[in-house]
């Protein structure tokens, strides 16, 4: 999955902050990490990701003036140091039933604040991924591989 970026430069955000504690709040969020992992993630850690109103903040948030390229909301709860539950607000697509890159954003963060190893298990609404950072700075994804549709679409539509 590449190398996670944190310099406020490259997530990136309008001016100079810390990237493990953002001076931003809406609603009962407050407090997120931001990571670039090709594109920029906002994680917010909360006790419990099921009583987050992602579906109404997650519009809000991807277009805060301190996102000039806007960003991804993620809301985390950290079960264990291996076990991390994410729901993901996507920009531009809304609430996702998975996203890769907010699942390594989400370790990188929750990592960075001492709150898990480099190695966890990602539960998102869609299913579980695996996610390490490596010693070398990289992030290895596993998770499974599953057809969820299957169609035709007549070529002549497409012009």
């Known amino acids: 999955?590449?190398?996670?970026?944190?310099?406020?430069?490259?997530?990136?955000l309008a001016s100079p902050h810390d990237t493990l504690h953002i001076p931003l709040k809406k609603g009962s969020l407050s407090d997120p990490a931001a990571v670039n992992m090709g594109n920029p993630h906002v994680v917010f850690f909360v006790d419990d990701v099921t009583s987050v109103p992602l579906d109404s903040l997650g519009p809000n948030l991807e277009i805060n003036p301190i996102f000039p390229d806007r960003a991804n909301i993620g809301v985390a709860q950290i079960i264990d140091r291996n076990k991390i539950r994410l729901r993901v607000?996507?920009?531009?697509?809304?609430?996702?039933?998975?996203?890769?890159?907010?699942?390594?954003?989400?370790?990188?963060?929750?990592?960075?604040?001492?709150?898990?190893?480099?190695?966890a298990e990602i539960q998102l609404d869609?299913?579980?991924?695996?996610?390490?950072?490596q010693d070398?700075?990289?992030?290895?994804?596993t998770g499974p591989a599953l057809t969820v549709f299957v169609g035709e679409i007549d070529s002549s539509l497409l012009l």
């Open 1 to 12: 999955m590449g190398q996670p970026k944190l310099d406020w430069r490259e997530i990136p």
């Open 89 to 119: 607000w996507e920009r531009g697509a809304g609430l996702t039933l998975a996203c890769g890159t907010g699942a390594c954003a989400a370790l990188v963060a929750a990592h960075q604040r001492k709150l898990c190893d480099r190695e």
């Open 126 to 133: 869609g299913g579980v991924l695996q996610i390490q950072w």
């Open 136 to 141: 070398n700075n990289h992030i290895m994804m």
